[in-house]
């Protein structure tokens, strides 16, 4: 039961109880009084009764008529006095009773007496009479009167009784109740306070625990009124203020971070700053100006950096918040669409720029910087683009000279070769048509200037590939050079099929590099091994590929004559030859022709060898996107 | 000039060349009357005057007027244009080769060192478009 209850409870009784006492009170007072008022009146009554023996008395002494009426007077007051009489026990009933049967006689003999005295006077002079009629009356006037009196008396000591009685119940009455409402109190008091007294020091108790620290901690409830309230408020404010007290760790937290990527922003800041100021590049922030039809018309400087100071030639005064026609008096239409173009599509534009103020050419990267904004960093490439422009020019005069070399290598090819053409044709007509003239000696002499102009002829076709390969265009792609070993094998044993040759060559050979360039070296390489393979009977090629550091390294190993490893660097170098021509047959151009494909090819090439144990040549392709053309 | 005789225009500004040519064809075909322009005017004059010609052999490398130029001019004439054309030139480049034969060229001959190759490819020419009429 709760506190509140238990408290209305009480007032409840409480309240009920000083009412009954007070109703009680009050009714029995009005008893009382109305008891009083009743002992007043039988006082009164035998006083009355007095009084009217008294003036009848004195009327039966003078007779005098006006005495009449004053007894009648009193006996008026008498009989409305007993007619108040409210009588409650048997014996005031009774006794009332006998008093109204008392008054109505004694008026009866007061009317005997009054027509006793009319007679007298009648019969004037007949004192014996009146004398007699005196006395009779006179005594039982005073028998009346004196009974009533004693009645009266008696009604009043009875009615004083009954008050007496009443004041005692009453007082009995008010003790008792008084003495059950004090036990109650003092039980209610006991049990109330015990009950509090617990609660309040658990909770008390409960709230230390919390006050230390410890959020966790739950209130038990004793009982289930207020403080038992209480105690799940403590556990709910615990529970909340565990909440808040981890939100605020978290918001702490959440401080310390916010300080942190503060300092961190400002660092940031600080270090664009330094960049800002400190890089040689030009740095400017440029803020495009719109006209009526939504294009830019013009723009404005708002910051820039000391780079672009030195190099504009004025200071950050003279330019920030300038417009650029203000300063220049003319903008490029290209450099507002530029800026138009990176504000409105938000991506950054990149482009190589030419003032012709400055003479300097600049490589611009333009960023939107926020959305009305654009930076821009000058990288300032005039050098590049100088060297870049001699390059072109260069470039332009070796394509000439290509061009040149091109048409020389053509008038070679037809000029050197027609003479040659007709040396050999004619030496040829000789030995034919005239052969039957001609010695042995003649003949043999003509057939040298044959073999000489062959060589010669093959000469020239090298040179004339040698120039081709370094001018034709590539076409790199993946191609496997096991099936180009395998045309070249085929086309060399054709060629001497009386040859035997074993030739290995890998199952796959995986090159990134241009097919038709990759079979003349092929070819030369091959060739070059079945060449010098030719006076070994038991001749073996290997061609294959092994991967050293990551490369794809190719090798073509014979086991031929082989050659001076200390004349190896001349080995690539055309023209040059490390053997006569007694015994093998060559130009020398063959492997700087090989040479000069790999090179394409962004490659490199090399040899192993030793003389009369065999060559190896390895060379390298670089891969896709390698190349150096 | 004898009208039967079929003749061969050489087109070559090379006089070993012609005199080559020339011999190579004595051998094969003894009847055959060559003419040698050494030029593409001289040319031009030619073959407006030869009436029974019935094969040009054609050098690319010409002064002046090349061989392709000289190619087209006699595939623009009505009179000319089904009497075959044989490029012989010293070239061995494959653009040339197809300049040739997209000119209407009817063949492309290589001039070999060799005198006896050259006569053989020469042969094979000349047996395919001459009409031999004396033999």
Redesign the interface.
């Known amino acids: 039961m709760k506190i509140k209850t238990r408290f209305n409870i009480t007032v409840v009784l409480f309240s009920g109880i000083i009412a009954g006492v007070l109703i009680f009170l009050a009714t029995t007072d009005n008893h009382v009084k109305k008891t009083s008022e009743q002992d007043e009146l039988a006082k009164n009554i035998s006083q009355g009764a007095i009084e009217l023996s008294y003036l009848a008395n004195d009327y039966l002494i003078h007779r005098e008529d006006r005495q009449i009426e004053r007894w009648r007077a009193s006996f008026a007051r008498f009989s409305a006095r007993i007619a108040g009489l409210r009588p409650e026990t048997a014996n005031e009933k009774l006794l009332v009773k006998n008093m109204v049967a008392s008054v109505r006689q004694l008026e009866m003999t007061f009317n005997d007496v009054l027509s006793g005295v009319q007679k007298s006077r009648t019969n004037q002079g007949d004192d014996y009479l009146f004398s007699e009629l005196f006395s009779v009356s006179s005594s039982r006037l005073a028998v009346q009167t004196q009974g009533l009196f004693s009645d009266s008396q008696r009604l009043s000591r009875q009615i004083r009784s009954r008050l007496d009685r009443l004041a005692n119940i009453r007082t009995f009455l008010v003790y008792a109740i008084l003495f059950l409402f004090a036990i109650f109190l003092l039980a209610n008091y006991i049990l109330t306070y015990r009950r509090t007294m617990r609660s309040v020091a658990a909770l008390r108790a409960g709230m230390k625990i919390i006050g230390e620290g410890d959020l966790d901690y739950k209130m038990k409830r004793e009982w289930d009124d207020e403080l038992g309230e209480v105690a799940e408020a403590v556990n709910q404010t615990t529970a909340e203020l565990k909440k808040v007290t981890a939100s605020k760790t978290e918001l702490q937290k959440e401080i310390i971070e916010r300080k942190q990527a503060e300092e961190a922003v400002r660092k940031s800041e600080e270090k664009y700053r330094l960049l800002f100021e400190n890089m040689t590049e030009m740095f400017q922030i440029l803020e495009p100006i719109f006209g009526n039809k939504g294009t830019a018309t013009d723009f404005r400087y708002v910051e820039i950096n000391r780079a672009s100071e030195r190099l504009v030639g004025k200071t950050r005064k003279e330019i920030e918040g300038k417009r650029a026609k203000e300063l220049w008096g003319i903008v490029e239409e290209y450099w507002l669409e530029m800026l138009e173009k990176v504000l409105k599509t938000g991506e950054p534009v990149h482009m190589e720029n030419y003032s012709r103020e400055l003479n300097k050419y600049y490589d611009l990267y333009a960023w939107k910087a926020n959305e009305s904004r654009v930076a821009i960093i000058f990288s300032d490439i005039s050098e590049r683009k100088r060297a870049e422009e001699a390059l072109r020019i260069t470039a332009d005069e070796l394509a000439a000279t290509n061009k040149e070399l091109e048409s020389f290598s053509?008038s070679v090819?037809?000029d050197l070769?027609?003479?040659?053409?007709?040396i050999?044709?004619?030496s040829?007509?000789l030995l034919?048509d005239y052969s039957d003239i001609l010695n042995q000696d003649g003949a043999d002499l003509l057939k040298r200037i044959g073999t000489s102009?062959?060589r010669m002829?093959a000469i020239i076709d090298d040179m004339l590939s040698l120039a081709k390969i370094s001018r034709e265009s590539m076409n790199s792609q993946e191609i496997d050079l096991r099936s180009i070993a395998d045309a070249v094998v085929n086309d060399l044993r054709e060629s001497e099929p009386e040859r035997t040759v074993e030739i290995t060559i890998a199952r796959a050979l995986p090159a990134f590099a241009d097919a038709r360039l990759m079979h003349i070296a092929l070819m030369n390489l091959i060739g070059n091994a079945w060449k010098y393979t030719g006076k070994n009977p038991t001749a073996c090629l290997d061609i294959g590929m092994m991967t050293k550091e990551n490369e794809n390294v190719f090798f073509i190993q014979d086991n031929g004559a082989g050659f001076d490893m200390s004349l190896a660097h001349k080995l690539f170098q055309p023209f040059h030859r490390l053997h006569t021509d007694s015994q093998f047959s060559g130009t020398g151009i063959g492997l700087a022709i090989v040479n000069k494909i790999v090179q394409r090819h962004g490659g490199r090439i090399w040899a192993e060898s030793e003389i009369g144990k065999g060559s190896t040549f390895y060379f390298i392709l670089a891969g896709p996107g390698g190349s150096k053309r | 000039m004898p009208k039967d005789f079929p003749q061969i225009l050489i087109v070559d500004d090379?006089n070993?060349?012609v005199f080559?040519t020339k011999?190579a064809l004595r051998k094969i075909r003894p009847s055959c009357i060559a003419e040698a322009a050494y030029d593409g005017n001289h040319a031009i004059d030619l073959l407006a005057k030869l009436d029974s010609l019935q094969l040009i052999l054609l050098d690319l490398?010409l002064p002046g007027m090349g061989g392709i130029e000289i190619l087209h001019f006699i595939k623009k004439q009505e009179r000319l244009k089904r009497i075959p054309v044989i490029v012989v030139s010293?070239?061995s480049m494959e653009k040339d080769i197809q300049e040739s034969y997209e000119a209407g060229a009817a063949k492309f001959i290589h001039?070999?060192?060799?005198?006896?190759e050259?006569t053989k490819s020469l042969q094979t020419v000349v047996d395919t478009y001459l009409n031999d009429t004396i033999g």
Do not use: G, M, Q, V
């Open positions: 053509y090819s037809h070769r027609a003479p040659l053409r007709a050999k044709s004619f040829d007509i034919e102009t062959n002829s | 090379d070993d060349c080559l011999r490398k010293s070239s001039k070999s060192l060799n005198f006896s050259f």
